[in-house]
T-cell receptor
Framework: DGGITQSPKYLFRKEGQNVTLSCEQN?????MYWYRQDPGQGLRLIYY???????QKGDIAEGYSVSREKKESFPLTVTSAQKNPTAFYLC??????????FGDGTRLSIL | AQSVSQHNHHVILSEAASLELGCNYS??????LFWYVQYPGQHLQLLLK??????LVKGIKGFEAEFIKSKFSFNLRKPSVQWSDTAEYFC???????????FGGGTRLMVKP
């Protein structure tokens, strides 16, 4: 079945550590997105990529980095510069004239 | 800046009650409108979408939404809720045929059995 796979489901970060969240899709979608979900704030866009080897900052990109070396993959790194990383992270993808499809999310917590 | 507002943050209803969740968006030209639902422990799922045509849109599980252009609104409705409708609901808007979605803050719905 086609879909979006995010891993791991739960992740813990120590102070000063970078961690990378995985997002893979087999929907042949060009566009991929990373959102952060906090209670009462909905989903806020971190980074997005419309095509391979290209990505753009979203509304809250500070402290995060991404890469898009393959169409299927859009990993997100939460760097030590992100001072409040505890959140639920959602990856999404879409094709032309389609709604966004979402993965199951990764919950990141600080040790 | 483009924004989407969901005015009800928490809604508690009894089973069989009618539901209406508000969604208003800021003006920004042509829009595509979406409602997503997130059941406890699950990923976001599309409930319904509006791209063009009939402003009354039918979705899954008995949900519907009405696009009122003059009011910049896209309210979600269901005539009779069930306990299984307990979830968080998100309104989202895509402006000017782009791929970017702007989300509202979400509404947590609890349905009491």
């Amino acid at each position: 079945d086609g879909g979006i796979t995010q891993s791991p489901k739960y992740l813990f970060r120590k102070e000063g550590q970078n961690v990378t969240l995985s997002c893979e899709q087999n929907l042949n979608h060009d566009a991929m997105y990373w959102y952060r979900q906090d209670p009462g704030q909905g989903l806020r866009l971190i980074y997005y990529s419309q095509i391979v080897n290209d990505f753009q900052k979203g509304d809250i990109a500070e402290g995060y980095s991404v890469s898009r070396e393959k169409k299927e993959s859009f990993p997100l790194t939460v760097t030590s510069a992100q001072k409040n990383p505890t959140a639920f992270y959602l990856c999404a993808s879409t094709g032309p004239n389609q709604p966004q499809h979402f993965g199951d999310g990764t919950r990141l917590s600080i040790l | 800046a483009q924004s989407v507002s969901q005015h009800n943050h928490h809604v508690i209803l009894s089973e069989a009650a009618s539901l209406e969740l508000g969604c208003n968006y800021s003006y920004g030209g042509t829009v595509n409108l979406f409602w997503y639902v997130q059941y406890p422990g699950q990923h976001l799922q599309l409930l319904l979408k509006y791209f063009s045509g009939d402003p009354l849109v039918k979705g899954i599980k008995g949900f519907e939404a009405e696009f009122i252009k003059s009011k910049f609104s896209f309210n979600l409705r269901k005539p009779s809720v069930q306990w299984s409708d307990t979830a968080e609901y998100f309104c989202a808007v895509k402006y000017n045929a782009g791929n970017m979605l702007t989300f509202g803050g979400g509404t947590r719905l609890m349905v009491k059995p």
